[in-house]
């Protein structure tokens, strides 16, 4: 757990756990690092953790990933068991069994595919979770309806946040999620489609990650890295322009301008480049293929991006004129 | 690779490979860190290496754990083939999917389990290898026949090195190997069968890891872990006193004495506590059950544990004398 989630959630409900110890880190993105895990691992070595042991992540995604990635290499693996505290690791990050931490300024970079004991989804650690890290995690729902399910989207898209079921729609998060990466556990094929968005969200993520007062939450960059791949969708003729512009409107009536300056496009462009989907060198990213459906393996080239882009910013041009 | 493989066998092997960059790290037990670790994923990383790259390691057992280990956590796994140059790593490291690095004075203590896509065997890279490699590996040679095949310790046991038919005994090993890990690959099982010697002669070879003039290579550590656990085979009468007699003579005419101080059998017995087979902080070994075939989950107390060294050590005295 990190400082947060002892305070907010390690409380409730350490009276129905058995005898145990705790890891605390501290929180944030920055320390999802191999230095934390060293410290992680070494913890686990003096509290004489064995192979029998079990390592439970209460957190985000940062501690998910991380406390997961450090379960699944400690004596070559132990079982472990997520509770995801956030919006975003509930409906995302604790599905699907993708561990690792960043590396250098790489998101994910180093870690490995494996499934937790169980996931333990409790909706009531919402209630002391910043409002900023509802609309991170709300994206990833958005982007479950976009790419799976067009009468959800249908539903969804004129609301606000404070409108919306979020018990109902993080149960249908999760079994969109469920469904595809069972099917697809190692992303050879459809499960590269949960990957929309994160391409060129990723790349803008990992582009803010080390600079100052303009830090981006993974939501955000996903919901311009959406605006983004809809927007490629559409100029590829895979989606309608109507569609495209529900898509800008809804996630423009949510998420806060973030202007990208064009002096920053090549650097973001050339983090796509890191993308664990590319082949050969090329982007390939997962667009929308209609609403509801999804095309992967489609390349980006850099013109395309820069484009999408300048579209994603055009819209606070137009709203100053 | 490295500068000893890079030299006597990338040079053999180099012209019949496709299109490829290479990696060279230090060579040694003590570069088998995730300090070097985050070194080759750097380079992977700038070598643009992605998702469908492949990944060989050229070397002995240090190569093998941890180039397995970065190419199975790049990017959450890329596939990878083993080319183990040295008699340790072909008839041990290179077969059953362990990989990984040491983590503070605890060896391989951070890892997973997963399978190259080949393992590529070539003994006339031993032409080049010191006879103190040689004689390492052979201590699991050794240990495939006491465990698996009393026939092949018969026919073994009366030559020296020298007189043995290396190729069938490496073709041996392996097969022992193969078998025992494909039926239990995530060792809950028979595959803890392989740890005899291990349990006491891993603790050996870590204690001296970092005791300067005092190299234990792995295969003369596990030597004296076999004398030791197959004493206390003998004294739970799981085997004969012939048996021992014998286990002890052939490995004692095969590997330098090595004089362990009854001052370090403490630390040495603690370390067996950081033994991945271990559960509830017992110190879990497998004990030969008869020569040819194993006893796991056997409870080692201290007391047993310092009785065998003490045996391991008594032959010496008698020598002198």
Same mark, same amino acid.
């Given at each position: 757990m990190d400082e947060n989630t002892e305070k907010h959630c390690y409380l409730l409900i350490r009276d129905f756990l058995p005898a145990h110890h705790t890891i605390k880190i501290k929180s944030g993105e920055e320390q999802k690092t191999l230095e934390t895990c060293s410290v992680i691992w070494d913890k686990m070595t003096s509290l004489n953790m064995d192979r029998h042991s079990l390592f439970i992540n209460l957190g985000g995604g940062v501690i998910g990933d991380m406390g997961g990635f450090c379960a699944a290499t400690y004596k070559r693996g132990i079982r472990f068991i997520q509770i995801p505290t956030t919006l975003l690791s509930q409906v995302d990050?604790? @599905? $699907?069994?993708?561990l690792g931490v960043d590396f250098k300024q790489f998101k994910n970079h180093i870690g490995v595919f494996k499934n937790p004991e169980k996931v333990i989804i409790h #909706?009531?650690?919402? =209630? #002391? &979770?910043?409002y900023s890290e509802i609309r991170s995690g709300f994206a990833e729902i958005i982007k479950h309806c976009l790419i799976a399910d067009k009468e959800k989207w249908a539903a969804i898209k004129g609301k606000s946040i404070a409108e919306q079921n979020i018990d109902d729609l993080v149960a249908h998060s999760i079994s969109v999620k469920s469904n595809i990466v069972e099917e697809d556990p190692l992303e =050879? !094929? @459809?499960? =590269? $489609?949960?990957n929309f968005g994160h391409t060129i969200g990723h790349a803008i993520e990992s582009y803010y &990650?080390? =600079?100052? !007062?303009?830090k981006l939450l993974h939501g955000e960059a996903i919901a311009i890295g959406m605006i983004c791949e809809s927007y490629i969708s559409q100029k590829l003729n895979l989606i309608t322009k109507d569609d495209l512009q529900e898509i800008k409107n809804f996630i423009y009536s949510i998420y806060p301008f973030f202007e990208i300056p064009d002096k920053n496009y090549k650097d973001i462009i050339s983090l796509t480049l890191q993308d664990k989907k590319n082949k050969d060198s090329k982007v390939l990213a997962a667009l929308l293929d209609g609403i509801g459906k999804i095309k992967i393996n489609v390349e980006l080239t850099p013109e395309l991006i820069a484009e999408s882009i300048d579209y994603y910013n055009a819209e606070k041009r137009h709203k100053k004129m």
């Open positions: 990050a604790s @599905i $699907g069994g993708k #909706t009531p650690f919402f =209630k #002391t &979770l910043p =050879k !094929n @459809i499960r =590269k $489609g949960l &990650l080390d =600079k100052p !007062n303009q």
